[in-house]
């Protein structure tokens, strides 16, 4: 479905997500490994590397949720829209997408607050000092992604002609 539609912005952003997922997921997986030869072997830990890998993974699922919403990957009751016709089938998915909009649009709105308050206080993270905003920013980048994915999969259902389930494609 996102295919044909979306063209080279969807391309570019999908791109994107996989590189940072990737790359993220190499360098926590990288730094944790140094960190436990470091620890045994010389008795001489980042003091760091733990708090910095766990919030590459709040990051990395975030931005991994946006993907498993291109790729309707989340999990979903199929039952129903298996026994509807294609045309009530389209209709019931697009009624479901437009629910998502409303919770990811009330998502984005409220982490973006709590974001905003989090950089007012200038809390630090504990062993990097590093601005505890950035690991919150996390919420609203990856649930604003996973609105554009939805906006995506809603144009897709209303100018496509095959839906075939709720839950996802079938192979």
């Not at 063209?7 to 994107?16: E, M, N, P």
């Not at 993220?24 to 830990?45: D, E, G, H, T």
Request: glycine share 6%.
């Amino acid at each position: 479905m996102l295919r044909t539609w979306g063209g080279w912005i969807d391309t570019t952003l999908s791109y994107a997500e996989i590189v940072f997922i990737g790359t993220a997921m190499a360098f926590a997986s990288l730094l944790l490994f140094v960190n436990v030869i470091l620890r045994y072997a010389f008795l001489a830990p980042i003091s760091w590397a733990e708090e910095l890998s766990v919030y590459l993974v709040i990051w990395i699922v975030f931005i991994g949720a946006s993907v498993v919403v291109r790729m309707r990957g989340h999990l979903a009751i199929d039952l129903v829209p298996k026994m509807l016709s294609p045309a009530v089938r389209r209709v019931l998915l697009a009624w479901i997408l437009l629910i998502n909009l409303g919770f990811f649009a009330i998502f984005i709105y409220y982490s973006a607050l709590h974001t905003l308050r989090v950089f007012a206080s200038g809390q630090t993270t504990p062993s990097m000092e590093a601005p505890m905003w950035l690991t919150y920013l996390a919420m609203p980048v990856g649930t604003t992604l996973m609105f554009v994915r939805t906006v995506q999969l809603l144009f897709g259902v209303i100018f496509d002609e095959e839906v075939e389930t709720v839950s996802g494609p079938q192979e």
